[in-house]
């Protein structure tokens, strides 16, 4: 018998076809992207930015968090729905597993952070507490105050090492997949290899990962002000929308 759980979802490579994920963070959204097949909805801190118009992530809080996990949740996707813990919502263990149980309650399936060898300890305990987590390595945007900007990783054989190490430090503490973020091909691929779980990319190139993740701004093209050099996108819903608004605006005002 086929198993249709969602948690069969994080079990697709390394059983057979890759996994397609997208973020999502309101309820028609979720539906629509539900609706054409995804494997895993994310509600991603990137909403931060593409939908609540700040300059990064960093600003985003749990409140955020479970407004937007609540009405992707309420689309009642056959997809997973991943909900991503913010900055500042895990630093330790037990914050972690009460804001992971925060978004659990919200409707997410299973939480994502970020971080390596340093987060083992809040993947136990969240694993622990019985809520799958999936981690996030390579660039970490929660960061990239810090780190002055977004640049790729695991460019040198030291780099590579270390994002090595993360990844067998959070597959032991329990995670269930891996998103990889920004990581140069060889590397990512190294990783993919080298693990027992599945890695989902963006912007690692193709064919290096086990699934791949896509921002759903990037990929329709509404959110033109800023698209990373590695989008894809399938459509271009921006000039649409300003055509139908200018439309709308010329009928009602020439009356
Ligand atoms: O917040 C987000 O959208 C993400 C993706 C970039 C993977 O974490």
Known sequence: MTDTSKSANLRLRKNGRPISALTAYDYPTARLLDEAGVDLLLVGDS??????????????????????TAAVARAKPKALLLADLPIHSYDAPDQAVAN?????AAGADAVKLEGGVHQAGIIRAIVDAGIPVIGHLG????????????????????QAD???????????????????????????KLLTDSIPVPTIGIGCGDGNCDGEVAVVTDLIGSFPWFVPPFARPETDVA???RQAAGKYVARVSEG
């Open 239 to 241: 000039p649409l929308i």
């Open 47 to 68: 909403l931060g930015m593409v939908v609540l118009g700040f300059p990064d992530t960093t600003h985003v809080t749990m409140e955020h968090m479970l407004h937007h």
């Open 100 to 104: 992971a149980k925060l978004l659990a």
């Open 139 to 158: 660039m970490l945007p929660q960061r990239v105050v810090e780190e002055g900007g977004y640049r790729k990783k695991g460019k040198t054989p030291e």
């Open 162 to 188: 270390e994002l090595l190490r993360g990844a067998q430090a959070i597959v032991g503490a329990g995670v269930s997949a891996i998103v990889l973020e920004s990581v140069v091909p060889k590397t990512a």
